[in-house]
């Protein structure tokens, strides 16, 4: 008996009802550093704090008054810090059934406690977890087969059916149709194979209508690595789906108006194109006529005709010659306007260089003219084109400072919201700013045709090339004392290329 | 058998035009074996019909519009004729817009003239071309 008491791996003591030891075990002596034959008469006043000791005593009043068996956690100081033993104590009682004194069996249940306490805390946190899952998520649960056998709340809302009606069915219930056999099958396969599967998911409600979802299925696996059941974890995007369709659709729609467009304009692109070929063949023939014959007309009945005669006819010529320039520059100008443009860096003053050279002494332009030419920088465009809009603002200065004597042409650039402007300014008739903005416009001229020759196509050829170059033209003039004409080419981001 | 000599054949809608060019090619002295026929089917029908009376011309003068057989078909015909596949021809036009250009040297046209409205240049340009092909020019024998 003795033997048993002591190797129990519990604390075993008897103490009186003044609470001296009559007995320890082995474990009690070995815990609190005590021979038994010190023990044996002491209380618990004698070995504890007074604080301990009163717990303990406490308990072993209440289980002598009581004359009962009582079950209760002790705090005990061990070495390493306090312990939590779970006591049992009972009355010894004698041959008449009166208690004499407590015995007790106490054991050591800090390990067991400190346990419990992780797996109460662990229990906490995963119910936490399931708490903010259920209040934010789409939660279903499946056997391995697919049989629904949990959905919380959210699944019952957005689904509308009860959590009855859901509970022992499969997922066919809330299929929506729309997404092909082979992605289900996928599905399956996926989460068969323990790996979790996530897509958007097209569902149906029990009222018929639809909803999208966003599908995590998450497949918790035995030990076997077969999966045992299927947690699918949903958001409801319902309303991004919605939005993402009407996007995709609006862009839909986009698309195929623009390429209506541009069919329209490519059909008008070509009917203008037949219009210019046509303009130009059956325009100028008829005009050859009309010249020849007034030619043949002077050529060989001259001397019938008097001098109103010659007059008249020579109108006659003139004006069929100006109709043929006319057309001529028109056609000009639709050209230019279906012409590809090449960008290329353009070495402006050497050009303007060329072009003064090719235009001062022309024989209509006798009068002395004073060239200001500044540095030009280089500039980025059409070679072809801009070199167009150099002759015509050039030969517009030549024109009209004509009168001058001498004429002044200055030609330089400066800065302008961004973009390096060139000018070139004359001193001569100018114009009215209150026209200016109608420089540009085809056929649109600002001096009666007596005064100055021209059709009207030069500055309006101007403005067509300049701004599909991207950039801005414009005039001012001052009646009597000249007019200054301004174009902006953007700088070119692949500049460098071309250097 | 005798044939008739022809030097220039002038294939040309337009009467105005063609009467232009007569009376400049005949001004100087460039008309005297001069056909002018009104559409490509006739120059076809001339150059190409069995039992011909008349020589090949020296030079063809083609105008590119004109009804039933345009002048692309008839150059291309008489490029494609052993008889007449180097026969100088000049075609004539009233447009640079003419998008035929390209095909009409592909074809193998000799020049391509666009007819000034300018009469004096219109003038000269006949004249400048009847001379080069008929008195500078020398042709394959």
Partial sequence: MQTIVDNSAAVIYAKDLRGRYLLVNQLYCELFHHNKEEVLGKTDYDIFSREDADAFRDMDLRVAAGNRTLREEEKVPLDDGMHTYISVKSTLKDATGLPYGVFGISTDITELKAVEETLRK????????????????????????????????????????????LIGQDHRLINSGYHPRTTIRDLWVTIAHGKIWRGEVKNRAKDGAYYWVDNT?????????????????????????????????????????????????????????????SVSHDLRAPLRGVLGFTTMLEDEYNSQLDSEGQRITSIIKNSTLKMGQLIDDLLAFSRTGKQEITMRAVDTGKMVREIIEELAPGTSHTHQIEWIVHPLPTAHGDNHLI????????????????????????????????????????????????????????????????EFEGTGVGLALVE???????????????????????????????????? | ??????????????????????????????ANHLVHLKDGEEALEFLFANGA???????????????????????????????????PVVVLTSSKEDP??????????????????????????????????????????
Wanted: hydrophobic fraction near 35%.
């Fill in chain 1, 387 to 450: 070199r167009q809009v150099w002759v015509n603002l050039i030969s517009t200065a030549i024109k009209y400072s004509g009168r001058r004597e001498p004429a002044r042409i200055e030609i330089g650039h400066f800065m302008h919201e961004g973009q390096v402007a060139f000018f070139v300014r004359d001193n001569g008739v100018g114009f009215n700013n209150k026209y200016k903005d109608k420089l540009f416009r085809v056929f649109q001229r600002l001096h009666k045709a007596e």
């Fill in chain 1, 464 to 499: 067509k090339i300049v701004s599909k170059h991207g950039g801005r033209v414009w005039g001012e003039g001052d009646p009597g004392n000249g007019a200054r004409f301004c174009f902006s080419l953007p700088e070119s981001r692949y500049y460098d290329e071309y250097i």
């Fill in chain 1, 217 to 277: 299925i998450v497949p918790f696996l035995k030990e076997s690595g077969k999966p045992y059941q299927y947690v699918a974890i949903r958001a409801d995007i319902t309303h991004r789906k919605k939005v993402d369709e009407e996007f995709h659709k609006l862009n839909e729609e986009l698309e195929e108006r623009v390429n209506l467009r541009t069919v329209q304009l490519e059909s008008a692109r070509k009917e203008m194109e037949a219009f210019a070929y």
């Fill in chain 2, 1 to 30: 058998m005798k044939q008739d000599p022809v030097d220039i054949l002038l294939v040309e809608d337009n009467a105005l035009d063609a009467e232009l060019t007569l009376r400049e090619l005949k001004k100087h002295h460039l």
């Fill in chain 1, 122 to 165: 662990s229990l906490q946190e995963v119910s936490d977890y399931k708490f903010a899952l259920d209040e934010s998520a789409i939660v279903a649960i499946t056997d391995q087969k697919g049989i629904i056998t949990h959905v919380n709340d959210n699944f019952c809302k957005i689904s509308k059916y009860s959590r009855e009606e």
């Fill in chain 2, 53 to 87: 009376t008349h020589s090949l011309p020296k030079l063809v003068l083609l105008d590119i519009q004109m009804p039933k057989v345009s002048g692309i078909e008839v150059l291309e015909q008489i490029r494609s004729h052993e008889l007449t596949s180097t026969t």
């Fill in chain 2, 100 to 141: 035929d250009i390209r095909r009409c040297y592909d074809l193998g046209v000799n020049s391509y003239i666009v007819k000034p409205v300018n009469f004096e240049r219109f003038t000269e340009a006949i004249r400048t071309l009847g001379m080069y092909w008929l008195l500078i020019n020398q042709p394959p024998t």
